[in-house]
C-alpha cells in the first residue's frame, strides 16, 4: 500500500515541511509532523497552499521521494526507442500524470527541482 504524505513551504520561510495536510475550518493549512518516536505529539507549520503536493508513491533514481509539482526527467518507451522527456507532476481525477505520460509507465525518472521554487519549470 502506498505511504499517504504531502509536503508543502512553510509560511514563516523555514522551507518544506513533510506529514499530513489539514486545512482548518478557518482556512488555515497546516502539515502536522512528529518531532521524534519520544514524543507522543505531533506538531505543525503552517504553508502556503498552493505550494501542497502529495506523494506520487514513487521514487526517482537516487531514491528522493516524487511528489506533485516536481518537475522531473525520465524515458518513455515508444515503438522505436526510449525518448527523454522534461515534465512537471500533476494528479488528473485517476491518476499521476505528466504532461505526456501517465507516471506509472516511466522508467528512469529524475527529479529536476519543483514548480513552486523554481516557477519557470511550470
Known sequence: MREIKFRGLRTDGGGWVYGYYVKTPKG???IYYK???EIAENVYHFVH?????????LKDI????IYEG?????????????N??????????FMWLTDEHSLNR?????????????????
Not at 497552499?49 to 508513491?57: A, D, E, H, I, R
Not at 516536481?70 to 526510449?82: A, H, P, Q
Open 35 to 37: 518531532l521524534s518516536d
Open 106 to 122: 516511466l522508467s528512469n525518472i529524475e527529479g529536476n527541482g519543483n514548480i513552486h521554487e523554481n516557477p519557470e519549470l511550470s
Open 49 to 57: 497552499p498552493l505550494s501542497v503536493g502529495q506523494f506520487t508513491g
Open 62 to 65: 537516487n531514491g528522493t521521494d
Open 28 to 30: 488555515n493549512h497546516r
Open 84 to 93: 527523454s522527456f522534461t515534465s512537471k507532476i500533476f494528479w488528473d481525477e
Open 70 to 82: 516536481d518537475v522531473i526527467r525520465y524515458n518513455f518507451l515508444t515503438f522505436e526507442s526510449y
